[in-house]
């Protein structure tokens, strides 16, 4: 089991910035991929950023040039750095972790982007 837990959502202004933290913890070894996905209110679920094992990175066109997913060098905590924040950004934002056949998903947090 992986337990995944998000903290760093609040409350900002159209053009600030926020950095999303997520903390994994239990079976971390094996994650392959880990990600941050965001689910606005009526729309689906859709991915932002990933990092591999491996330490590629991908990202949503909507985000490119703004967010930078990271991880410290134990790899148990990764970060979504977001930047020149809009407020199509608002949504809540969930970290996810691909271990094998498995994924596992955080509990989400809100980020709410005024303009």
């Known amino acids: 089991q992986v337990q995944l837990v998000e903290s760093g959502g609040g409350l900002v202004q159209a053009g600030g910035s926020l950095r999303l933290s997520c903390a994994a913890s239990?079976?971390?070894?094996?994650?392959?991929?880990m990600s941050w996905y965001r689910q606005a209110p009526g729309k689906q679920r859709e991915l932002v950023a990933l990092?591999?094992?491996?330490?590629?990175?991908n990202y949503a066109d909507s985000v490119k040039g703004r967010f930078t997913i990271s991880r410290d060098n134990a790899k148990t905590t990764v970060y979504l750095q977001m930047n020149s924040l809009k407020p199509e950004d608002t949504a809540v934002y969930y970290c996810?972790?691909?271990?094998?056949?498995?994924?596992?998903w955080g509990q989400g947090t809100q980020v709410i982007v005024s303009s």
């Open positions: 996810a972790a691909l271990r094998g056949p498995r994924d596992y």
């Open positions: 239990g079976s971390i070894v094996g994650i392959n991929v």
């Open positions: 990092i591999t094992s491996g330490g590629s990175t």
